[in-house]
T-cell receptor, first 117, second 109 residues
Framework: GAVVSQHPSWVICKSGTSVKIECRSL??????MFWYRQFPKQSLMLMAT?????????EQGVEKDKFLINHASLTLSTLTVTSAHPEDSSFYIC?????????????FGPGTRLTVL | GQNIDQPTEMTATEGAIVQINCTYQ??????LFWYQQHAGEAPTFLSY??LDGLEEKGRFSSFLSRSKGYSYLLLKELQMKDSASYLC??????????WGAGTKLIIKP
C-alpha cells in the first residue's frame, strides 16, 4: 500500500514553454501533498505544501506564479512550471501523507526529471 | 531556527556495521524519520522514532534521544546495495518535515 505515482518520469522542453507534472496517490487518500525540488548532489528542498481544496502554501523564495499547484482531488495534485528556463532544470519529487497511517510518514513518487533547453 | 545536521559522506566495508548520526533542532517535535535515496531515485521510508530508544527493523535500526536532539541509523551486515544517501528528517509541531542534506554512504568490497 501507500503508492504514489508521478507523470511524466522525465521531460525535455524548450525555454519559455510550460510543463505540467502530475502526482497521484494510488491506494490512499492524501489530503496533503508536498512538492520538492532536488538539484544534483543536494538535499530535498520543499517548494510547497498542497492541501486538497485549498490554495497551496509556498516556501519562502518559491514563486507561486511560476510554479502553479492544483490539488483538485484527494488523489491528485499537479505542478505546472510556467515559462520554464534552463535554471528550472531539476528533479521534481512529490510526496503524499497518508493520514490513516500511524506515523504520518510521507510516501514519495518516483520523481520527474525536467530538462529545459 | 530549525536545523538538521548529518555527515556529508561515510565509507564502510561490505559485511561491516556503520552508524550514521543526526542532530536536530525543530520547532516542536513530532518524530524523526530516516529515508534512503539511491542516486536518481526518490527517497524511500526506512524508520520513524518519536520515543527515546532503539527501533530495530531487520538489518537497520534507528535510535532517538529527545533530550539530546540526537538520532542515529545503524546498518548491519552491509551489502553493496546499501550504497545510497541516507536522509534524516525531523517533523516539527506543524507536521512539516525538516530535511538534512543527507549522508552519502559508500560501501567498498
Amino acid at each position: 500500500g501507500a503508492v504514489v505515482s508521478q507523470h511524466p518520469s522525465w521531460v525535455i522542453c524548450k525555454s519559455g514553454t510550460s510543463v505540467k507534472i502530475e502526482c497521484r496517490s494510488l491506494d490512499f487518500q492524501a489530503t496533503t501533498m508536498f512538492w520538492y525540488r532536488q538539484f544534483p548532489k543536494q538535499s530535498l528542498m520543499l517548494m510547497a505544501t498542497s492541501n486538497e481544496g485549498s490554495k497551496a502554501t509556498y516556501e519562502q523564495g518559491v514563486e507561486k506564479d511560476k510554479f502553479l499547484i492544483n490539488h483538485a482531488s484527494l488523489t491528485l495534485s499537479t505542478l505546472t512550471v510556467t515559462s520554464a528556463h534552463p535554471e528550472d532544470s531539476s528533479f521534481y519529487i512529490c510526496s503524499a501523507r497518508d493520514i490513516q497511517r500511524e506515523y504520518n510518514e510521507q510516501f514519495f513518487g518516483p520523481g520527474t526529471r525536467l530538462t529545459v533547453l | 531556527g530549525q536545523n538538521i545536521d548529518q555527515p556529508t559522506e561515510m565509507t564502510a566495508t561490505e559485511g561491516a556495521i556503520v552508524q550514521i548520526n543526526c542532530t536536530y533542532q525543530t520547532s516542536g517535535f513530532n518524530g524523526l524519520f530516516w529515508y534512503q535515496q539511491h542516486a536518481g531515485e526518490a527517497p524511500t521510508f526506512l524508520s520513524y522514532n518519536v520515543l527515546d530508544g532503539l527501533e530495530e527493523k531487520g538489518r537497520f535500526s534507528s535510535f532517538l534521544s529527545r533530550s539530546k536532539g540526537y538520532s542515529y541509523l545503524l546498518l548491519k551486515e552491509l551489502q553493496m546495495k546499501d550504497s545510497a544517501s541516507y536522509l534524516c528528517a525531523g517533523m516539527d509541531s506543524n507536521y512539516q518535515l525538516i530535511w538534512g542534506a543527507g549522508t552519502k554512504l559508500i560501501i567498498k568490497p
